[in-house]
């Protein structure tokens, strides 16, 4: 661009010292040579298209002991079409329970794991859980990230009184904004991955 | 053979006598008498062409010789009558001085090589009658004031204004306006000169916003595009130099790849123009229309620009360099760039994270032009990078809704500092064009011309991805090839004049994948397609005494084929096959010189697009599932407008009026089941779902622009634009659409130098027509806000100053998609300089 603008300042100035007309047209001829040479600067060609945000499962994994429960939100065509199958959780009173979060695309063959893509982005991910009424089940992150603020993947869930209600799952993308970090363990800033919500029994 | 000869000896009988009767009333010219005869040659081999028709006849019915003879003497009359009035053209227009529009009184206008001559009066204006068809060229000459000769081709009625300058300066220049125009019987609305040089720097859609009738559809403050008369997208037509403008234009967050600094004159054609100019132009028309290549001119002159706009810090360099060859009579070339950049701008309040710019453009331009023939190579090439505020990236309604609480955004997405980097997510767009124009003025049947096409539209998307992976969300590739053969016949019995044309287009998308019928992906909004278009259209065009009558037919079809992937991965392939036939007519009053009356009533159409058809998942801008529909059917528009305009010494003003009924109109309407609204439930939690549904719409409305000298050099212009718009099937009001605008500017001119200062206000009401729960968040309030300009011109060298927003206001416009995470901009301080050389 500033080549233009350089060969552009050229002629006029030519122009203005020689003003001999048969300069104009080697001027010119410059003129486009380098316009067809920035013709052929092209954009560099990203890499092909892959569809890397697609998330249809997420799997909560309930151990207690030996034993461990899994519960699936799956959506297998994505947004839209069939409607996803969302498993009912039914957990016993009084326990508490290690809870691991599993994140999967299963369009792809192999499944593609998301989970170790949170793990490894775990400065900019934060997993939030919401139930009602609360006294149904609280659960509590228990990883960190390197700047000391939860990620939930991990986590302890706890049981009271036998009822029912919802778990909602969340999971805020909180990306730097220019290099400035932001996660700052709330859930205000980001953009949600992921918004699930289950059935809760306790009995 | 007696017989066959007889209607030749007619024909050579009267074709003496039409020679006689068609003398010219007016002395003749050098030039004037050459071209007359050559007309008048033509015309007899038409007349024996008929006769020899016509003799054959005659041997084939020898009984009904009478009949015919009576028959051709009649038709000779008829025609020979029609003849005698080729020198009935007019000439007229004002005078008046450069710096301030002041009369100038007493100037001397003559025709050169004929002993015509007037005066300009005491408004400056001055007129010939009985002018013969011709070219001529124009002398204008008064004391004080340099000479200025001016070329015209009179065909029938032509105007042409006079701005004088003083003899202390050295620049020579003419400002050329009422040239022949196409939709004369339209609504028109031009951004040149002082007011084109005020917008420099700014977008295509920014530039046209201060037009009456014309808003923007904005997504922030980088991507605005034009709304006219209510209608958007794909349902307004830009013409780029005159080739349709063919880009990704669906989207509302997809602002038009054309650089403003090509054009020296932006115009906007409101209302449906669909017989010129084919499918799409059911809004209306935007022209970006460069200058004429300088052919008569070797010397190498130009223009450079510099803006510096202060929020948003951003930069713009644009130059120009032009010329002929010397050796070469009749070439004429044409070097033209652009380079833009700009840092996060500002709202009243705060900083936007991610919203800087940068865009790089250039053309080139070739021509060579004799009198009978000309041809012009084009080429142009856009490229920018569009920041998207990092505040408005929400993945569900949640988000949506928590943007919408906060009166202002998360701290985190308003730095302290603007900074230049651009960062996800973003937008990186790149558009080129190569067009190859050609006339050739027939001895026998008129001008025909052939523009030719090739443009190619690189979209690429980028989102806020997990892992700060170097992958992009969306790739469109599109390419498109267009023809037009057009024909400007000459005047049929000296009373008819018009064009025929053919039109062409071809065109493919690849959203995925590098092969058409080998898509890669399910996700990227819209599959792999193929178009075909073709069209046949007439316009005509008769003046009558002060009225000029204009109408005109065509007949288009579209051929689509889209080919992509289902929501399982499945290949699929989609046949689509629309026609259509639209009509156009208009009708021109003018009543006195001083006042106009326009009518028309056109019709154009739209095929569905690839999105309304195929849409099947979340917009996540918008936090909307929309599903598309494969058996919509093309919206066609029905428009009506009458348009009052009227000027006078101090007075002028423009009225008009529109109705809009557009049938099978295209919406995403909310899905309701029982009177309730559905969501669709996906792993981002539930969205509320829309559907693309047809349904009949009416868009009607009022433009108003007045103009007032309060002193010779005291300005007053205001405008005012009003849309109503319901879908009449379901007597609901449409979304998006204008809330009411006036604009006020006060202008005071300084006599020297072309300075002036002006002080201007906008003040758009809150939008109230809207349904009930129709929106996530409620309109926003009326709001006014205050510009101020100057600029002076200094030998070669203008300087302008603008200051938008003067007040620093803090607003939202119910027009920009962004109204639900931030303000708009703040005060904003432009500065610009344009060397002349």
Not at chain 1, 153 to 164: D, V
Not at chain 2, 49 to 65: G, R
Not at chain 2, 141 to 164: P, S
Not at chain 2, 518 to 541: A, C, D, H, M, Q
Request: with cysteine; proline share 4%.
């Amino acid at each position: 661009m500033f080549l233009v603008l350089y060969i552009c300042n050229y002629i006029a100035l030519t122009n203005i010292k020689y003003k001999k007309m048969n300069l104009n047209l080697k001027t010119f001829l410059m003129a486009s040579v380098t316009v067809a040479m920035m013709v052929s600067c092209k954009k560099d060609e990203p890499a092909p298209v892959e569809d890397n945000e697609t998330i249809t499962t997420v799997r909560l994994k309930f151990t207690q002991g030996s034993t461990t429960t899994t519960f699936n939100f799956k959506d297998l065509d994505g947004d839209g079409g069939n409607a996803p199958v969302v498993d009912k959780i039914s957990l016993k009173p009084n326990t508490t329970y290690t809870l691991a979060v599993e994140v999967l695309d299963e369009t792809k063959n192999p499944v593609s794991d998301i989970t170790t893509e949170i793990k490894k982005e775990q400065d900019e991910h934060i997993i939030e859980y919401v139930s009602t009424p609360a006294t149904v089940l609280s659960v509590t992150a228990t990883d960190k990230d390197s700047r000391n603020f939860p990620v939930g993947l991990a986590a302890s869930a706890k049981t009271t009184t036998a009822g029912t209600g919802k778990l909602r799952v969340i999971l805020h993308h909180q990306p730097p904004v220019n290099n400035v970090a932001v996660k700052n363990g709330t859930f205000t800033v980001g953009s949600t991955d992921f918004d699930v919500a289950f059935d809760v029994e306790v009995r | 053979m007696t017989i066959q000869l007889i209607p030749l000896i007619i024909s050579d009988f009267f074709w003496r006598k039409l020679t006689w009767l068609g003398h010219p009333p007016c002395p003749p010219s050098k030039g004037e008498s050459a071209s007359r005869s050559t007309f008048q040659k033509n015309e007899t081999i038409d007349f024996h062409n008929f006769y020899v028709y016509f003799s054959e006849l005659i041997v084939a019915k020898p009984k009904k010789i009478n009949y015919y003879i009576f028959l051709l003497f009649f038709l000779i009359n008829i025609t020979s009558h029609a003849q005698t009035p080729t020198c009935n053209c007019t000439l007229k227009g004002v005078i008046h001085e450069r710096d301030i529009h002041q009369a100038v009184v007493g100037a001397v206008i003559y025709l050169k090589g004929t002993n015509r001559s007037t005066f300009s009066d005491a408004k400056g204006l001055y007129s010939f009658n009985n002018l013969c068809q011709g070219k001529y060229t124009i002398i204008c000459q008064a004391i004080g004031f340099q000479k200025v000769e001016v070329e015209v081709n009179l065909v029938q009625e032509h105007q042409e204004d006079f701005t004088m300058q003083d003899t202390d300066e050295h620049l020579q220049e003419v400002i050329v306006t009422g040239k022949k125009e196409e939709n004369q019987s339209q609504s028109k609305a031009v951004l040149s000169g002082q007011a084109l040089e005020q917008s420099r720097g700014q977008s295509l859609g920014e530039a046209l916003k201060g037009l009456s009738g014309v808003n923007v559809l904005q997504t922030g403050s980088s991507i605005a595009k034009p709304v006219i008369h209510g209608l958007h997208s794909n349902r307004v037509l830009i013409l780029n130099n005159g080739i349709r403008q063919e880009g990704q234009q669906w989207g509302s967050e997809h602002a038009p790849e054309i650089d403003p600094f090509v054009a020296t004159k932006l115009s906007v054609v409101k209302g449906a123009s669909g017989v010129r100019y084919g499918s799409d132009a059911i809004g209306g028309v935007i022209m970006v229309e460069p200058a004429t290549l300088p052919y008569d001119s070797a010397r190498i002159h130009g223009e450079a620009n510099l803006v510096g706009f202060s929020n948003g810090q951003m930069g713009v360099v644009s130059g120009i360099v032009e010329g002929g060859i010397p050796t070469l009579k009749g070439f004429g070339w044409r070097l033209q760039g652009t380079f833009k950049k700009g840092a996060d701008v500002e709202t009243a309040n705060y900083v936007m994270a991610n919203t800087g710019t940068q865009e790089q453009n250039f053309s080139v331009a070739m021509g060579y032009r004799t009198n009978h023939f000309g041809t012009e190579v084009f080429f142009s090439y856009f490229d920018t990078q569009l920041g998207i505020f990092a505040g408005s990236h929400i993945g569900n309604l949640t988000d949506l809704q928590n943007a919408i609480q906060n009166q202002r955004p998360n701290e985190i997405y308003t730095p302290i500092s603007p900074s230049y980097n651009i960062n996800r997510p973003n937008q990186d767009l790149a558009h080129n064009l190569l067009k190859i124009k050609s006339f050739l003025i027939g001895e026998n049947l008129g001008k025909w011309s052939l523009t030719l096409g090739r443009q190619y539209d690189w979209r690429l998307e980028y989102d806020v991805q997990r892992g700060n992976r170097n992958l992009n969300t969306l790739n469109f590739k599109l390419t498109t090839y267009t023809g037009e053969l057009l024909l400007e016949h000459r005047p049929i019995f000296n009373k008819i004049t018009g064009s025929v044309g053919l039109s062409g287009l071809y065109q493919t998308n690849l959203s995925s994948a590098f092969e058409l019928r080998k898509p890669l992906i399910n996700t990227v909004l819209i599959p792999n397609y193929e178009v075909s278009n073709g069209g046949i259209f007439v316009i005509e065009r008769l003046l009558h005494k002060q009225w000029e009558f204009e109408t005109g037919l065509r007949y288009d079809f579209r051929n689509a084929q889209a080919f992509g992937l289902d929501k399982s991965g499945n290949y699929f392939d989609n046949s689509f096959h629309f026609n259509n036939l639209s009509a156009t007519f208009g009708a021109n009053l003018r009543l006195t010189d001083n006042w106009e009356i326009k009518f028309n009533a056109a019709n154009a159409w739209r095929s569905p697009n690839m999105n309304e058809l195929f849409s099947d998942g979340v917009h996540h801008g918008a936090a909307a599932y929309e599903k598309g529909n494969i058996n919509l059917r093309p919206e066609v528009a029905h428009n009506l407008s009458i348009s009052t305009i009227y000027e006078h010494a101090k007075l002028g003003f423009e009225l008009t009026t529109y109705l809009n009924y557009i049938n099978d109109f295209i919406y995403l309407k909310p899905r309701t089941e029982n009177g309730q609204l559905q969501t669709v439930l996906t792993i981002r939690g539930a969205f509320p779902a829309y559907d693309y549904t047809q349904v009949d719409a009416r868009f009607a409305g009022i433009d108003f622009d007045f103009n007032y000298l309060i002193t010779k050099q005291l300005n007053l212009k205001s405008s005012y634009s009003l849309v109503r718009a319901k879908d009449i099937l379901n007597s609901v009001f449409m979304v998006n659409i204008p809330a009411d605008r006036f604009e006020n500017t006060l202008k005071y001119s300084f006599k020297k130098r072309e300075a002036f200062v002006s002080i201007g206000n906008r003040l758009v009401l809150r939008q109230d027509r809207v349904e009930a729960n129709s929106d996530f968040l409620a309109p926003p309030p009326t709001y006014k806000i205050w510009r101020v300009d100057a600029g002076i011109k200094i030998h070669k060298i203008s300087l302008g100053l603008s200051v938008q927003n003067a007040f620093n206001k803090a607003y939202r416009e119910y027009l920009n998609r962004f109204r639900y995470f931030a303000d708009e901009l703040g005060r904003n301080v432009s500065l610009r300089v344009k060397y002349e050389f």
